[in-house]
């Protein structure tokens, strides 16, 4: 029988939903979510296997000018995925009635490549069907789009029809990865961003984006169904700092204990759970802490 396989980017403004359709389609909790932009700030594999065709989707950080040299690597990583792709999938907000800075930006680099280019538009649970043809003629005015999908990425709706589109222009292919395998990041990895998740959600302001998570041990204990892990927390102030460990430690216990309970869903183990928050100025333009984070040009 024909095996089709291929691999897909999503990128689009930070902030549009990426990780939420991301983690739809795999079934899995892969990508951290926030309402903060720019929340993913690495490649994220998601591997979706079907009975003839397996497709590797990538949430790609949010396309943006960077301030930062953690900013540049975000945005490099984004657009370095568009020509090694099989199928782009550029996603944009549908309460966004016309295409703004940030998308012509976007779009501007869409049309320096080949690969096919799906628009996706999200979230049309907020907006009615006039509303979307709108959109719709709004983008198409822009490019030349492959596909037109509108979606909701949260209420999982046409989320078959994607997959379905998807699977008729992917290439005849290997299946590259085992059926039951759904990211190609290692456990650590996800785990770190499951704690940097519950920072984004439970601390406000600045601080959010100027912190870094590294997992400095990741062990499972003799017989035991128990994995200790220990985290290092960076920032960038010792306001920050404060901030995150909380009056008493209640801040830090908080991140903890969310982040340990999304840990051990993922594993299937218990966890134990260490966190220490280290003060690190400017660590965003260190190449040092960015490669020590794993934050590096391929």
Not at 62 to 69: A, F, L, R
Not at 100 to 114: M, N, P, V
């Amino acid at each position: 029988m024909d095996f089709k396989s291929g691999f897909v980017s999503i990128v689009g403004r930070p902030n549009v939903g990426k990780s939420t359709l991301l983690n739809k389609l795999s079934g899995e909790k892969l990508a951290i979510m926030s309402d903060k932009p720019q929340t993913t700030r690495n490649t994220i594999k998601s591997i979706v296997t079907g009975e003839d065709y397996q497709m590797v989707f990538i949430d790609t950080p949010g396309i943006h000018k960077p301030k930062t040299k953690l900013g540049g690597f975000m945005v490099n990583v984004a657009q370095e995925s568009l020509n090694e792709v099989d199928i782009v999938l550029f996603l944009v907000e549908a309460n966004n009635l016309k295409p703004g800075a940030g998308d012509i930006y976007i779009i501007e680099q869409l049309k320096k490549i080949k690969t096919p280019v799906f628009l996706i538009i999200n979230k049309i649970d907020l907006i009615s069907k006039d509303e979307l043809l709108n959109v719709i003629s709004h983008y198409k005015d822009t490019m030349e789009f492959t596909e037109v999908i509108p979606i909701s990425a949260l209420n999982d709706l046409n989320s078959d029809l994607l997959i379905q589109e998807i699977k008729k222009l992917i290439p005849n292919g290997p299946k590259y990865f085992p059926e039951d395998m759904i990211t190609d990041q290692p456990e650590k990895i996800i785990a770190s961003e499951l704690i940097r998740e519950k920072i984004l959600q439970l601390v406000s302001d600045e601080v959010p984006h100027g912190v870094g998570v590294e997992i400095i041990s990741f062990k499972k204990r003799d017989q035991r169904e128990i994995i200790d892990i220990q985290a290092n927390v960076y920032c960038e102030r010792n306001t920050h700092k404060g901030i995150l460990i909380g009056k008493n430690g209640k801040m830090l216990k908080e991140i903890g204990s969310l982040a340990r309970l999304e840990i051990e869903n993922l594993l299937g183990n218990k966890v134990f759970l260490e966190i220490w928050v280290k003060v690190k100025p400017d660590w965003r333009n260190s190449e040092f802490m960015l490669k020590t984070l794993g934050y590096k040009n391929q």
